[in-house]
């Protein structure tokens, strides 16, 4: 089976799967959703969800964000994962933002890439999700089941941008790399995955990926996560004063 006949074989098996697939980062617009996606890094979405309506309710937009006190908006996403060094950027980048673009996100490549904590990949979600603009944002479920499937050979996060995009057509791009996130989640876990019962990888797979003993899964980090999610939900109804005292 050539690259290009997996693909097509793999897009139909995703569209069957999850024909429509809602972006998972609430949001109002770009500016909210570009602060989301910076949020998102080592953090799980729905911690990021949990964080983000109190944050917009004091910033919802560049101007604002740029005018709090960065001592402020670390307090306010405190529990996602690397929070100092994200209220710096948050902080840097809107008002950024507000003295070179206006106040507003702007809508291309390179100018994304240089705010500060905007990497190629949050920048690639701006540019689909916020502006339509054909994107294959690749994270890490997308990379390791790239490779799993045989469509790159996951030597690089690069690399596998690069190869999908040669595969599939571009007006499948922004779908697609929410579908395979969804599959990776839900099918395709980094450990204690038994490729021979994946709809994809039973097939998909090489011969020796098939073989091979699956990685116990470990307990992680996050495992506690569902339980730290409701304490912060309680903590927050109890919460005196508006959302941003």
Wanted: charged content about 20%; hydrophobic content about 40%.
């Amino acid at each position: 089976m050539t690259r290009a006949e997996k693909a097509a074989r793999i897009q139909a098996i995703l569209d069957q799967l999850y024909p429509d697939v809602p972006i998972p980062l609430a949001h109002r617009d770009p500016f909210t959703l570009l602060v989301a996606v910076v949020l998102s890094a080592q953090c799980t979405d729905a911690r990021v969800n949990l964080v983000t309506p109190r944050l917009f309710a004091c910033a919802p937009t560049a101007a604002a964000m740029a005018k709090l006190p960065q001592r402020q908006i670390l307090s306010l996403i405190r529990s996602c994962g690397l929070a100092p060094a994200k209220s710096k950027a948050l902080k840097a980048l809107s008002r950024i933002l507000v003295e070179r673009h206006g106040g507003v996100v702007p809508s291309d490549m390179a100018a994304l890439e240089e705010l500060p904590g905007v990497g190629h990949k949050t920048a690639s979600v701006v540019l689909s999700q916020a502006f339509g603009q054909q994107a294959f944002p690749v994270d890490t479920h997308i990379h390791r089941v790239a490779a799993r499937w045989g469509l790159s050979d996951g030597s690089s996060v690069a690399r596998t941008e690069r190869d999908l995009k040669r595969i599939f057509p571009p007006d499948t791009w922004n779908k697609l790399h929410l579908q395979i996130i969804y599959f990776g989640r839900q099918y395709c876990p980094a450990r204690g995955h038994q490729l021979s019962q994946c709809p994809i990888c039973s097939w998909a797979a090489s011969k020796t990926r098939l073989t091979r003993p699956a990685r116990p899964r470990r307990r992680s980090r996050r495992a506690g996560v569902a339980p730290a999610l409701r304490r912060a939900r309680r903590r927050a109804r109890r919460r005196p004063g508006g959302p941003c005292s």
